[in-house]
C-alpha cells in the first residue's frame, strides 16, 4: 500500500518561497517512477504543477509555474520536493502529491492512483 504524506506548506506573502515536501513509502524502489504536484485552489478545478520521473531525466513544469518552481526528489527516491519561489496570490491552493504507476509522467490526473491528503498553501499579497 502507497502512502504519501505532504508537509511544509503554510502562509507567505506574495514574493516569500516554501518548501513542498512529499514522503513516499510501501512502493517499490527498484523501479523507476512518475512523482509530481497537482493542485486545487478553491472554485477550481485540480490542475498539474510538476512531475519527474524518479530516474531524474525528465520533468515537466505548468506554465504557470515554470522559473519559480523546481520540482525534485532526495537520492533514495523517497522523498520529492517542490521547491517554490517569487510566490504569487494565485499560487494559492491546496497541494498534493502523486506517485504514478506505469510510464506515463504527465498532467492527466486520471492516470494516478495514488495520492497525499494534501497542504495548504496561501499566498497573501
Known amino acids: 500500500q502507497v502512502q504519501l504524506v505532504e508537509s511544509g506548506g503554510g502562509s507567505v506573502q506574495a514574493g516569500g518561497s516554501l518548501r513542498l515536501s512529499c514522503a513516499a513509502s510501501?512502493?517499490?524502489?527498484?523501479?523507476?517512477?512518475?512523482m509530481g504536484w497537482f493542485r486545487q485552489a478553491p472554485g477550481k478545478e485540480r490542475e498539474g504543477v510538476a512531475v519527474l520521473v524518479t530516474g531524474g531525466l525528465y520533468t515537466r513544469y505548468a506554465d504557470s509555474v515554470k522559473g519559480r518552481f523546481t520540482i525534485s526528489r532526495n537520492n533514495a527516491k523517497t522523498t520529492l520536493y517542490l521547491q517554490m519561489n517569487s510566490l504569487k496570490p494565485e499560487d494559492t491552493a491546496m497541494y498534493y502529491c502523486?506517485?504514478?504507476?506505469?510510464?506515463?509522467?504527465?498532467?492527466?490526473?486520471?492516470?494516478?492512483?495514488?495520492w497525499g491528503q494534501g497542504t495548504q498553501v496561501t499566498v497573501s499579497s
Open positions: 502523486v506517485l504514478g504507476g506505469d510510464d506515463y509522467c504527465g498532467f492527466d490526473q486520471s492516470r494516478y492512483n495514488s
Open positions: 510501501g512502493h517499490t524502489l527498484s523501479k523507476e517512477y512518475c
